[in-house]
C-alpha cells in the first residue's frame, strides 16, 4: 500500500511538472519549432514503420491461432497427427474435409446443445434487459421512499464474486426441484446489479425536459418510460444486450453446476462433454468449436461500434 | 397541496411497479444468498445427511492449515504474471494503433477476436495447440531449429508440472492484450491534451522522454483502473481453462481459487468449507477495491 501512495505522489509531481512546462515554456521562440520540423520527416517515417511492424506482427499472432483451427477443423482425421508434415501443410489440408462439419451433429446431439444454448441465452438476454431497464429507470428518474438506501444495496453486492452467492443458489435451486431443468439455467443469469447499475447510469444523463413535457400532457409512466427513456438509450440497451448475450453463451460452470442430463446440455458444457468422450478426435472438436463462435463473431463483426463504446462506458463509469 | 400528495404517492406506486421483478429476482439470487453463504461457512453439510451440523468457526481453522489452499492461491497468484505482460502489450498496440496508421480498424478488430471467441472452443484450440507432438506450438519450435540446423523439442505444455502455468500465462495474455485494456488504453490516448505534447516538443523532448513524461502521467488512472480490475478478475479466474485444458493438473499444478471451491461444493459437497473459501475469496477482492476507491478518487481528476 505505501508504495501505492509513493507512486501517486510521485504521479501528481511528475503531472504538476508536465502542466508547469506547458505553461512557462508556451512562449519560446518559434525558430526552435520550425528547426524541430525540418529534422523530422525521415525519422518520422522510420518510427511510423516501426509502430507499422508492431500492430503487423500482433495482428498475425492473434489470427494465427485462429486460422490454424479452421485448417485443422477441414483436415483429415489422420492429416493431423502425421508428423512427416512440411510447415506448409500444416496450414493447407491437402484435401478439405467438410464432412467433418456434418459429422459432429451425428457423433454427439450437437443440435440440441445449440437450441439449448440458443433458447437459455435468448431468454437471459431478454430477462436481464428488460428487468434491469425498469428497475433502473425507477432508480433514475423517480423519487420513491427508500430509493438510496436500496440502490447501495445494489451497489454493495457488485463486488461480491459469484463463488459466494452460487452455492446457495444451488441449494436453493434444489429444494425447489429445479435442478437439470431450463429454469436452474436461466432465471439465476436474470437478474445482476451490474446491467441495472449501467443503465441508470446512462438514464441518468437524459435532458429532463422531454419527460416533463409529457408528464405535463399526461402521459403514464410506462408511456415515458416505453416511448422517452428506452429510445434515447437505444445504443446502451444495444450494449448491455451484446454483452449479456456473449457472457451467457460462453458461461460454463454454472450449466456444469445445475445440469446433467445431455438433453439440457448448453453448447460449452455439450463441447467439453464431446472432448470427454471422443478427446482425440481432434478435427471433430476443432470443427465443433468453430460452429461454437461463429454466432459470437458474427454479433461482433456487426456490432463492433456497441463493444467499444460498451466498454469505454464501463471504463468510465465503473 | 393533496393533489401533490397524491402525485407523490402515484410516483412511488409507479417506482415499486417498475422495481419489481428485477428486486423479487435480486433477493433470490442475490442478497439472501450472500447472507445463506455466511451462514453456510459455520456449518458442516454434504446436502444428504439430516441437515447443516453447526461447526463454529473449524471450516476457517481448516483452511488455514490446508496445505492445498495454500498452493492454489499462490497458483492463483502466479497465474496473475500474465496481467502486467499484457497489460504493457496492450499499452504498445493502443499506441501504435492511435497513429491513426493505414488499416487502423481492421487491426483492432483482430485483435479483439481472442477477447471475444473465449470459453470452452478456444481452450480446447489451445489444448490441441500446447499437443507436444502434433500441436502447433512445438511444430514451430522444431521447424524453427530445423532451420538452423539444430533438433529443438518443445516441452510438453500441459502435462509437465513446470510447463503448465507459463503455458497457461502464454495463452492468457494472447487472450487479454487486444481486448478490453487495450480499448481504455486507446480512449485514454486520446484523452491526452494536444498541446502537452506541443510543449514537450518545443522543450526538445525525444519520443522517449515524452512518453514518460506526458503520456505516461497522462494515462495513469487507466492503468490503475485496469490494475485494479485486472487484479480483481484475477483472483476469480482460472475455472473454465484448467476444466477443459488440464483438469487442474497436473498434481495441482494450474488449481485456482475458484476451482478449488467448486470441487469443495460440487464434486466432494463439502458446502461448508466451500462457502468459507468463497468468503475468505471475498474479503480478498473487498481489499482490492477498497484499495481502488480510495485510490481512484483521487487519480480521477487528472483525466
Redesign the interface.
Known amino acids: 500500500?505505501g508504495t501505492?501512495i509513493d507512486s501517486?505522489i510521485q504521479?501528481e509531481m511528475?503531472?504538476e511538472?508536465?502542466l508547469s512546462?506547458?505553461r512557462s515554456?508556451?512562449k519560446?521562440p518559434v525558430k526552435?519549432?520550425t528547426e524541430?520540423k525540418e529534422k523530422s520527416p525521415l525519422k518520422r517515417n522510420l518510427?511510423?514503420a516501426v509502430?507499422?511492424a508492431?500492430?503487423l506482427i500482433?495482428?498475425i499472432?492473434?489470427?494465427?491461432?485462429?486460422l490454424?483451427?479452421v485448417s485443422?477443423s477441414l483436415a483429415e482425421p489422420g492429416h493431423?497427427?502425421?508428423?512427416s508434415?512440411t510447415?506448409w501443410q500444416?496450414w493447407l489440408p491437402t484435401t478439405f474435409v467438410w464432412q467433418n462439419y456434418v459429422k459432429v451433429w451425428s457423433v454427439v446431439p450437437f443440435a440440441q446443445f445449440y437450441l439449448n444454448s440458443i433458447f437459455v441465452s435468448l431468454c437471459i438476454t431478454f430477462g436481464q434487459v428488460?428487468?434491469?431497464a425498469?428497475?433502473a429507470?425507477?432508480?433514475a428518474r423517480?423519487?420513491?421512499?427508500g430509493?438510496d438506501r436500496?440502490f447501495f444495496?445494489?451497489l454493495a453486492?457488485m463486488?461480491?464474486?459469484?463463488?459466494?452467492?452460487?452455492?446457495?443458489?444451488?441449494?436453493?435451486l434444489?429444494h425447489l426441484g429445479w435442478i437439470d431443468s431450463y429454469k436452474a439455467l436461466i432465471?439465476?443469469g436474470?437478474?445482476?446489479?451490474y446491467g441495472?447499475f449501467m443503465l441508470r447510469q446512462v438514464f441518468l444523463t437524459l435532458p429532463k425536459e422531454l419527460e416533463d413535457a409529457a408528464k405535463i400532457d399526461g402521459c403514464s409512466?410506462i408511456r415515458i418510460?416505453w416511448h422517452i427513456i428506452l429510445p434515447l438509450s437505444k445504443q446502451a440497451l444495444a450494449t448491455l444486450t451484446t454483452f449479456t448475450f456473449?457472457g451467457s453463451?460462453?458461461n460454463?460452470?454454472w450449466p456444469?453446476?445445475v445440469v446433467n442430463t445431455h438433453t439440457k446440455y448448453t453448447?460449452?458444457v455439450g463441447?467439453?462433454y464431446f472432448?470427454g468422450v471422443h478427446g482425440t478426435d481432434?478435427t471433430l472438436?476443432?470443427a465443433?468449436?468453430?460452429m461454437?463462435?461463429l454466432p459470437?463473431?458474427i454479433v461482433?463483426?456487426f456490432n463492433?461500434r456497441f463493444?467499444?463504446e460498451g466498454?469505454?462506458l464501463t471504463?468510465?463509469k465503473? | 397541496m393533496k393533489n401533490g400528495l397524491k402525485d407523490?404517492t402515484k410516483?412511488?406506486i409507479?417506482?415499486?411497479g417498475?422495481?419489481m421483478?428485477?428486486?423479487v429476482?435480486?433477493l433470490?439470487?442475490?442478497?439472501?444468498?450472500?447472507l445463506?453463504?455466511l451462514g453456510?461457512s459455520f456449518v458442516k453439510w454434504d446436502?444428504l445427511s439430516d441437515g447443516p451440523q453447526f461447526a463454529g468457526l473449524s471450516n476457517f481453522a481448516e483452511l488455514v492449515k490446508d496445505p492445498f489452499f495454500g498452493k492454489y492461491c499462490w497458483n492463483t497468484l502466479f497465474l496473475m504474471m500474465a496481467i502486467p505482460i499484457s497489460m504493457a502489450?496492450s499499452l504498445?498496440?493502443a499506441?501504435?494503433?492511435n497513429?491513426k496508421?493505414k488499416?487502423t480498424v481492421i487491426?483492432r478488430?483482430?485483435?479483439?477476436?481472442?477477447t471475444?471467441?473465449?470459453?470452452?472452443?478456444?481452450f480446447?484450440?489451445?489444448r490441441?495447440?500446447y499437443n507436444p507432438?502434433?500441436g502447433?506450438l512445438n511444430?514451430m519450435i522444431a521447424?524453427f531449429g530445423d532451420m538452423l540446423g539444430l533438433r529443438l523439442a518443445g516441452p510438453n505444455w500441459l502435462t509437465d508440472e513446470a510447463w503448465a502455468k507459463p503455458a497457461f500465462i502464454i495463452m492468457s495474455v494472447?487472450q487479454s492484450?487486444?481486448g478490453?485494456n487495450m480499448?481504455?488504453y486507446l480512449?485514454a490516448l486520446q484523452g491526452v491534451p494536444r498541446?502537452?505534447y506541443d510543449?514537450?516538443?518545443?522543450?526538445?523532448a525525444n519520443?522517449w522522454q515524452k512518453f514518460w513524461?506526458?503520456t505516461?502521467?497522462?494515462i495513469?488512472p487507466?492503468t490503475f483502473?485496469i490494475a485494479t480490475?485486472s487484479l480483481?478478475g484475477g483472483?476469480?479466474a482460472g475455472?473454465?481453462q484448467a476444466?477443459?485444458m488440464t483438469g487442474g493438473g497436473p498434481n495441482g499444478s494450474t488449481t485456482t481459487i475458484?476451482y478449488y471451491?467448486?470441487n469443495n461444493?460440487?464434486e466432494w459437497y463439502r458446502?461448508g468449507y466451500?462457502?468459507a473459501i468463497?468468503?475468505v475469496?471475498?474479503l480478498i477482492?473487498?481489499a482490492v477495491?477498497v484499495?481502488k476507491w480510495r485510490?481512484f478518487g483521487?487519480?480521477v481528476h487528472?483525466t
Not at chain 1, 493431423?80 to 508428423?83: T, Y
Not at chain 1, 436474470?190 to 446489479?193: E, G, H, L, P, V
Not at chain 2, 471475444?116 to 478456444?122: E, H, L, Q, R, T
Not at chain 2, 510543449?199 to 526538445?204: L, R, S
Request: with cysteine.
Open positions: 500500500m501505492h501517486m504521479e511528475r503531472q511538472i508536465a512546462t506547458s515554456r508556451r519560446k526552435v519549432m524541430l518510427q511510423r509502430l507499422f508492431i500492430l500482433g495482428a499472432s492473434m489470427a494465427a491461432p485462429f490454424w483451427m485443422t493431423v497427427f502425421a508428423e508434415r510447415w500444416e428488460a428487468t434491469s425498469m428497475a429507470y425507477a432508480f423517480l423519487n420513491f421512499p430509493r436500496l444495496g445494489y453486492t463486488m461480491i464474486p459469484g463463488a459466494v452467492t452460487m452455492i446457495p443458489v444451488f441449494i436453493l434444489r432465471l439465476p436474470i437478474f445482476t446489479a441495472t409512466y418510460f456473449m453463451w460462453m460454463l460452470m456444469l453446476i453448447l460449452p463441447l467439453a472432448q481432434w472438436l476443432m465443433a468449436s468453430m461454437m463462435i459470437i463473431l461482433f463483426l463492433q463493444f467499444v466498454i469505454k471504463g468510465i465503473g | 407523490k410516483e412511488a409507479a417506482a415499486y417498475f422495481l421483478p428485477n428486486l429476482g435480486f433470490l439470487f442475490t442478497s439472501i444468498p450472500v445463506a453463504s453456510l446436502l502489450g504498445l498496440l499506441i501504435a494503433l497513429q496508421l488499416g487491426f478488430t483482430i485483435y479483439f477476436l481472442p471475444i471467441c473465449s470459453g470452452v472452443a478456444i480446447m484450440l489451445w490441441l495447440i507432438n502434433f502447433l511444430s521447424q494472447w492484450i487486444g478490453y480499448i481504455l480512449a498541446d502537452l510543449a514537450a516538443e518545443v522543450d526538445g519520443s513524461n506526458v505516461w502521467p497522462q495513469s487507466t483502473f480490475m480483481i483472483f476469480q475455472f473454465d476444466y477443459i475458484i471451491i467448486f461444493a460440487f458446502m466451500a462457502a468463497s468468503w475469496l471475498f477482492i473487498f477495491t484499495v485510490f483521487r487519480a487528472y
